[in-house]
């Protein structure tokens, strides 16, 4: 297949770009733009068209080139000689113009674009910032203020706001190659002036000092920890204050910086991880897919009802029962004050969202179950209900409906068993909010059969989420990690930390929140009441929650009692530390007969971080998660894991699995083999000097 192709149209050269799936600027593709601008400045051309085949415009740089050795020609290389030209190049653009692909349209000397098509550089997303160009020419394009927004937040615009801003000349209606040719009809008409960005002044409009200074003190909070968003508006400084080839020379310094950094490498494997998450190993990408049409849910609490609205906000009506009539207008209103509030914030219109609330049907009847496509139950987490649930569904729904459970630690597989089509059973657990949360763990049972697992796959997808596959295990990938980071929480307050210690390591980390404050944000009856279901053994050492415990027993249940960890300000909802907790602490401590003594900073993150690793090798090792970058994705997309740092896997190879490995082995001594056995297949990979992302690909 030609992925770049040339052609005269008249007196028009078209050079057609054809690269799937994105366009994405390869060094096959590079150098396929530069022969056919190269060929073009000496035929019979007067005017330049580039375009592209498939599904979108050049979505950007290949990503999978960045890391490695870099080949002729570079971007920057290409476009210099692109700007060059002697004959005007009009960018056509449809779907997405990212990254790279607006910078090349941006060395162009004209732009069009669809009304559908949108623009943008997404490369702060990335840990990078525009590395060809983009920080030079949208300042000479859109002033300081728009160009600051565009780039460091990475969002993409759509046409009509491109055009708004100066990006681009026009917006198109209808056949864009038709469109386009008669754009560079006119451009040859008026004498086919070369527009070069480059020669435009920058506006002096937001460059006084303090605007720079107010602006890096918001993106330091926006963006903490990362040091991309600093490094475009350094950038961004330059465009206005030197030449141009200065601040082009700056912006590749500072672009090389970035990609060389550990938080772009992360950053770039998460990419690549969300989209590998949906892959099944063994199953052929695409086959035949069941529509779903109508969902059930069962439950019309505040998970049943964050699940309802993943469906309807996609157009998929949902029939949601609950045990009577009062329960169902419970849950319907929990819905609608989501929505109500969604409004408020100005996401959605009253009329969107009373239409979608119009396709959610109310029922107390399980028979009004029996044409659904899927049922998803969310009811109390106790593993005898589910089985009953489970059992009703079986009489009632048609063969081959979906049977979802969305538990968060029952075995899936003895839900299965209370049906006679355990084929048909999966677990979809949604974490809360659940209209909110992107990830979807996707468990599959031991009878699952392969088709209803890649129509979970899909469903995720139609319905927005990120799903991770994971097999059955107390707590799948997210909470069986999530304990062991709890346990050394937990362990850390008794031996001598306090909350803020604790918390403070961990947000400082990079994480969304530390433990203790999420604790007390979920509750902390939710721990109590899922430890009442266990055995003593299965609790595990009474040191790992005895101050949990004694919390729980005081009513210090978190936010909703106005104290839990911490104590919360009645009307700003603040946290502030409490003596009281001190107290609460010190006197568990002696009750177990520890010595507390102050945990260094350092200690505290690798006993947190360590325990997650370590249980997430152990689940590698078992087979429940298929690969470590799932297990990844479950942290940065469910538990707040920064995702600079690529999640605990890719990070425990960041930091070498060497060191990972002795410190475990010293904890193991220091605080107790039963907390600290390092997972086989850590051990393994150490011997074997292998990284985990070796094993992952061999
Ligand atoms: C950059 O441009 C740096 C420059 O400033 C400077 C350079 C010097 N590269 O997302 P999808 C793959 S940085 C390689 O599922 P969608 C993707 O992995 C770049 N591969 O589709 C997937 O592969 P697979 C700035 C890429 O329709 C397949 O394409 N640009 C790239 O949901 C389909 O992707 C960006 O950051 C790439 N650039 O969404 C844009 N892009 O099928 C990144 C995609 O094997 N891309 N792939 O899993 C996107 O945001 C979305 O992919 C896009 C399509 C919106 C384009």
């Given at each position: 297949m030609t992925i770049v192709s040339y052609q005269l149209e008249g007196d028009i050269g078209v050079i057609r770009l054809n690269h799937p799936p994105v366009n994405a600027l390869s060094q096959a593709l590079r150098l396929g733009i530069l022969d056919a601008v190269t060929q073009a400045q000496n035929d019979a051309s007067l005017a330049l068209i580039l375009i592209c085949e498939g599904?979108?415009?050049?979505?950007?740089?290949?990503?999978?080139?960045?890391?490695?050795?870099?080949?002729?020609?570079?971007?920057p290389e290409l476009l210099d000689l692109v700007e060059a030209s002697q004959k005007p190049i009009?960018?056509?653009?449809?779907?997405?113009?990212?990254?790279?692909?607006?910078?090349?349209?941006?060395?162009?000397?004209?732009?069009?674009?669809?009304?559908?098509?949108q623009v943008g550089l997404p490369e702060v997303k990335l840990g990078l910032l525009p590395g060809a160009g983009g920080t030079q020419r949208v300042p000479r394009l859109a002033g300081v203020k728009a160009a600051l927004d565009l780039i460091t937040t990475g969002t993409p615009i759509t046409a009509a706001k491109a055009l708004s801003m100066g990006l681009i000349d026009k917006v198109i209606e209808g056949n864009l190659l038709t469109a386009a040719l008669d754009f560079a009809?006119?451009?040859?008409?008026?004498?086919?002036?070369?527009?070069?960005?480059?020669d435009l002044d920058v506006d002096k409009e937001n460059s006084?000092?303090?605007f720079f200074v107010e602006f890096r003190e918001k993106l330091s909070k926006r963006f903490r920890g990362q040091e991309a968003p600093q490094r475009i508006v350094e950038c961004i400084e330059a465009a206005l204050n030197k030449p141009f080839n200065e601040g082009i020379k700056i912006e590749r310094t500072l672009f090389v910086e970035c990609m060389q950094s550990p938080q772009s490498a992360s950053l770039r494997h998460m990419f690549f991880a969300e989209r590998m998450s949906s892959k099944i190993?063994?199953?052929?990408?695409?086959?035949?897919?069941?529509?779903?049409?109508?969902?059930?849910?069962?439950?019309?609490g505040t998970m049943g009802g964050g699940i309802a609205m993943n469906f309807v906000n996609v157009g998929i009506p949902v029939t949601l029962l609950e045990i009577n009539d009062e329960a169902l207008q419970r849950g319907k209103d929990i819905i609608a004050k989501n929505y109500a509030m969604t409004v408020n914030k100005g996401k959605l219109t009253t009329e969107l969202a009373a239409q979608r609330q119009a396709l959610i049907t109310g029922t107390t009847d399980y028979n009004d179950l029996a044409e659904m496509d899927l049922v998803i139950e969310a009811v109390f987490e106790n593993l005898?209900?589910?089985k009953q649930v489970f059992a009703k569904l079986d009489k009632v729904c048609k063969q081959g409906t979906i049977l979802a459970s969305n538990t968060s630690y029952q075995d899936v597989n003895l839900i299965a068993e209370s049906t006679s089509r355990p084929q048909d059973v999966i677990g979809l657990h949604f974490f809360s909010p659940a209209n909110v949360m992107k990830l979807?763990?996707?468990?599959?049972?031991?009878?699952?059969?392969?088709k209803v697992l890649e129509v979970s796959m899909a469903i995720a997808k139609t319905i927005k989420k990120v799903p991770v596959l994971s097999r059955v295990s107390y707590g799948f990938i997210g909470n069986r990690m999530l304990r062991q980071y709890a346990r050394e929480a937990q362990l850390c307050l008794l031996e001598g930390s306090t909350p803020q210690d604790i918390d403070t390591v961990m947000q400082s980390f990079g994480m969304a929140m530390g433990p203790l404050a999420v604790a007390d944000l979920a509750g902390i009856d939710i721990g109590y009441k899922a430890r009442e279901g266990l055995t003593d053994e299965e609790k595990g050492d009474a040191r790992t929650y005895c101050i949990a415990d004694a919390l729980y027993e005081m009513g210090r249940l978190g936010q909703k009692t106005g104290a839990g960890y911490y104590k919360y300000d009645p009307e700003t909802r603040q946290r502030i530390a409490d003596p009281v907790v001190l107290e609460v602490i010190k006197a568990q401590a002696k009750n177990k007969g520890v010595k507390r003594k102050k945990i260094d900073d350092v200690t505290i993150l690798e006993r947190l971080t360590f325990a997650l690793i370590n249980e997430g090798f152990k689940i590698l090792e078992e087979g429940i998660a298929q690969r470590p970058s799932d297990i990844d994705v479950v942290y940065v997309f469910g538990y707040g894991f920064p995702a600079y740092r690529g999640g605990p896997m890719f990070y425990a190879d960041t930091i070498g699995l060497e060191k990972v490995y002795q410190t475990i082995c010293e904890f193991g001594s220091r605080y107790g083999e039963a907390f600290w056995q390092p997972a086989k297949l850590l051990k393994q990979l150490v011997a074997e000097e292998k990284t985990l992302s070796q094993w992952a690909n061999s």
């Open positions: 599904r979108t415009f050049i979505a950007g740089a290949d990503i999978s080139e960045f890391g490695k050795q870099p080949v002729y020609p570079s971007l009009i960018a056509a653009i449809h779907g997405t113009a990212l990254g790279g692909g607006l910078e090349t349209a941006l060395a162009c000397h004209y732009r069009c674009a669809l009304s559908t098509a009809k006119e451009v040859i008409a008026q004498g086919a002036v070369l527009k070069r960005v480059r006084s000092a303090e190993k063994g199953l052929p990408k695409g086959s035949q897919l069941k529509d779903i049409k109508r969902v059930g849910i069962i439950g019309g005898d209900i589910k979807l763990e996707i468990i599959r049972c031991d009878k699952t059969s392969d």
